[in-house]
């Protein structure tokens, strides 16, 4: 079965700076990757997904993300944060029937 | 469209009672998903329904759980006897299955906080 791993538990960053989360998966076959975002006392919600042609994918809210076959990644990412991007991210990946989510990563932001 | 509606948002129990969560999913969706999220273990699918079909339990994690889905617009999640350490939040999510769970688009309800004393 597929695995995810987002290796940082916590991220904190200014406003206005720029956000990379990283995603890493584990999958024998071409995944269907995901970002979602969960914000307080929410459910998730889907920032982007990956699932053939271009590499560089762009989602809601200004973020976008990269999948590197040669690294199995999937890592988001946002040229400038606003407050408003306070919340949990979570990469999930999609095979063999299934989808696993990963154990999120919180970003908190400065002002 | 109202989204994926749970109810109830916040319910606090004694140990040993009986605790149903519902979900309402999205109408037209026929793939629906449970969900639970500590901190200690992140999100965990629980279950998951295709057109009220139950097609994988595996993460149900006793017989102290089920689940029912006894029609397209609704479904439960018990817990009989429930016990402090399902103290989680459990979400329901639903998709509309174009190509299957690895690439179908969850949409997440609010979820349902739960503690058990």
């Known amino acids: 079965a597929q695995s995810v791993t987002q290796p940082d538990i916590h991220i904190t960053v200014s406003e206005g700076a720029s956000l990379e989360l990283r995603c890493n998966y584990s999958y024998g076959a071409t995944p269907y990757l995901f970002w979602y975002v969960q914000s307080p006392g929410q459910g998730l919600q889907l920032l982007l997904k990956?699932?053939?042609?271009?590499?560089l994918v762009q989602g809601i809210k200004g973020f976008e993300a990269e999948f590197k076959r040669s690294q199995s990644s999937f890592n988001l990412r946002k040229p400038s944060v606003h407050w408003s991007d306070a919340a949990e991210y979570f990469c999930a990946v999609g095979g063999n029937n299934d989808m696993r989510f990963g154990a999120g990563t919180r970003l908190t932001v400065k002002p | 469209d109202a989204g994926v509606i749970q109810s109830p948002r916040h319910e606090v129990t004694e140990m040993g009672q009986e605790v149903t969560l519902r979900c309402k999913p999205i109408?037209?969706?026929?793939?629906l998903f449970w969900y639970r999220q500590t901190m200690m273990r992140g999100l965990e699918l629980l279950i998951y329904f295709n057109n009220n079909v139950p097609i994988d339990d595996s993460g149900m994690p006793e017989d102290r759980f089920s689940a029912k889905m006894p029609n397209a617009s609704f479904s439960t999640l018990k817990i009989q006897p429930s016990e402090p350490r399902d103290s989680a939040v459990y979400f329901c999510?639903?998709?509309?299955?174009?190509?299957?769970?690895?690439?179908?688009?969850?949409?997440f309800g609010p979820g349902t906080r739960l503690t058990v004393l």
């Open positions: 990956y699932f053939s042609g271009d590499t």
């Open positions: 109408s037209g969706h026929n793939s």
């Open positions: 999510a639903s998709s509309h299955p174009q190509r299957g769970i690895s690439t179908d688009t969850q949409y």
